[in-house]
């Protein structure tokens, strides 16, 4: 950058006195992410410039400033790179709310960006509107071609796709791809990312799922049926973004990763990063509001057959729905949880893979989600006691396997002096989610499949429900302060550990089965 600025200095015949303020600001305020410099709004403006007003309104033809694209086009040269832009930080509520992404030509500079003011004008005014695609609105392009500025609306099409201008970026050994006029790119995050690929409890599913891919599966079953339900650990990423945390996931030893989110640009951005990673990633819903029928019947098309698309998905690295992740529950207990056949099934292999990581990393706060990552537990838990009931049917199949923990990992952003309390907040209120529906699913599954259709008032079936919801625990195993997100408030990840405990009578049942068939293995309960 010296080099750059030394040049555009001797070009148009500028003091050293007068260039050496700038020099030392813009050497400190670049950021390089692959072929494309980055610099912050107040990079461009301040007493450093005030002496250059001169130079720049005088080389000001037709609003091309050819002094300052001299500049451009000497930083471009110095530092190997062909496009420059700057960024303001993203607001949370957009000016244009008939327009989601940035309109034609981006703000002028001094329009006061308030992403960290909750007194923006934007916030109250009523033209604005909740910029829930996180759309880079104060992103301006300051040399080479950026693409088109606008796009089909509301969903953009793969020619949208191919004319725009995409960025790639390297990141603990990971590609990142996104479009910077469209899509944001946070790099703040990128200690998450590398606390993610070595964080305990990932490398502990991963572990657990290197065990069952040794144990599950008697040696009956077929070839075919082992390859289509490997067993492993899968992540859920509701807030995907472009691949931030979902790549760290995948890195790191998941087997799947499950991702969802709203805006058409991150999800070309995960499928063309997921490329440049060599992951096989499926997009199982493309702009779909609502859902009715059969996912697989649904998005399989006259060249992919059900059952073709039904390999590929157990076959691919990432599963993605371009969707708001509300539908994630409903989604997952599709294919991750269907209902068992009424009665057991000698070829009937439910899904092995465990859903043991949740992401929850919107900002400036996942707290509306932690009911989906409470339902999807819940969900999940279903399921595997279920299977237990069934396996138990059949002792030469039992398996006696250790309780598992699964863990959510919420993003908001905390004033410093409440983030213990808050976080301890939150760990109360995900437990109590957890109960609820538990205490729903088990009601449910007493009567679909115990038979138990008649229930003596109302004094009963709350003893019911408290016998069976006290087999969840909530604990905080960590809280990670990211990054300062405002003055006194900071950007903290929360790790929250779930552990479902055995239904009562459960031990009752396997020790008098032990002392019939002889000692337990370990004789741990």
Not at 53 to 69: D, K, Q, R, S, V
Not at 245 to 250: D, I, M, N, Q, T
Request: glycine letters at 6%; one cysteine or more; aromatic letters at 8%.
């Amino acid at each position: 950058m010296d080099r750059a600025v030394e040049a555009w200095r001797l070009q148009h015949g500028i003091e050293k006195e007068i260039i050496a303020p700038l020099s030392k600001k813009l050497c400190k305020s670049y950021t390089v992410y692959g072929c494309m410099l980055l610099l912050p709004q107040n990079a461009l403006e301040g007493p450093e410039w005030s002496p250059l007003e001169p130079l720049i309104h005088h080389n000001n033809i037709n609003n091309n400033n050819t002094a300052l694209n001299d500049l451009y086009k000497s930083i471009a040269k110095e530092l190997k790179i062909t496009h420059i832009a700057s960024n303001k930080p993203i607001p949370l509520h957009h000016p244009h709310p008939h327009h989601p992404h940035p309109p034609p030509h981006p703000p002028p500079a001094n329009v006061t960006d308030t992403c960290n003011d909750n007194n923006n004008n934007n916030e109250t005014t009523p033209t604005s509107s909740e910029n829930i695609l996180r759309a880079p609105i104060n992103f301006t392009p300051l040399y080479g071609d950026f693409g088109p500025e606008t796009c089909s609306q509301p969903h953009p099409t793969q020619e949208d796709f191919d004319k725009a201008f995409w960025v790639t970026a390297k990141q603990n050994g990971i590609y990142q791809v996104w479009a910077p006029r469209w899509t944001m790119f946070s790099r703040g995050n990128i200690s998450e990312k590398a606390r993610l690929l070595t964080l305990g409890s990932v490398r502990e599913a991963v572990e657990d799922a290197a065990v069952r891919g040794g144990r599950e599966g008697g040696e009956e079953e077929e070839e075919e049926e082992r390859e289509l339900q490997p067993p492993g650990f899968a992540a859920i990423d509701l807030y995907a973004g472009i691949g931030y945390f979902a790549f760290s996931y995948l890195r790191a030893g998941a087997d799947q990763v499950w991702c969802w989110d709203i805006n058409p640009w991150s999800i070309e951005g995960l499928l063309r990063g997921a490329k440049a990673n060599k992951w096989e990633a499926v997009l199982l819903s493309h702009g779909m509001d609502h859902f009715d029928g059969d996912l697989l019947q649904e998005t399989a098309t006259t060249s992919m057959s059900k059952e073709t698309l039904k390999k590929g998905i157990r076959k691919a690295k990432l599963l993605i729905f371009n969707e708001s992740n509300i539908h994630a529950p409903e989604r997952l207990q599709q294919y991750l949880f269907p209902p068992p056949p009424p009665l057991p099934q000698p070829h009937h292999h439910p899904p092995q893979i465990t859903i043991r990581h949740i992401n929850l990393g919107l900002l400036p706060s996942s707290r509306e989600s932690l009911s989906l990552a409470a339902q999807i537990l819940s969900l999940q838990h279903q399921q595997q006691q279920i299977t237990s009931t069934r396996q138990k049917e059949d002792k030469s199949k039992r398996r006696r396997r250790k309780g598992s923990t699964s863990w959510i990992h919420m993003h908001e952003n905390f004033l410093l002096e409440e983030i213990l309390a808050k976080a301890n907040e939150r760990s109360k209120e995900l437990e109590e989610k957890i109960h609820g529906f538990l205490s729903i699913i088990h009601y449910q599954k007493n009567i679909t499949w115990k038979e138990r259709n008649e229930m003596e008032g109302e004094e009963k079936r709350k003893k019911e429900r408290e016998k069976r919801t006290s087999r969840v625990r909530v604990k905080i195993e960590g809280i990670n302060r990211l990054k300062s997100y405002a003055p006194g408030v900071m950007h903290c990840v929360v790790d929250f550990g779930v552990e479902f405990l055995e239904e009562e009578g459960e031990e009752r049942e396997e020790g008098q089965e032990e002392e019939e068939g002889g000692e337990g293995e370990d004789g741990r309960r």
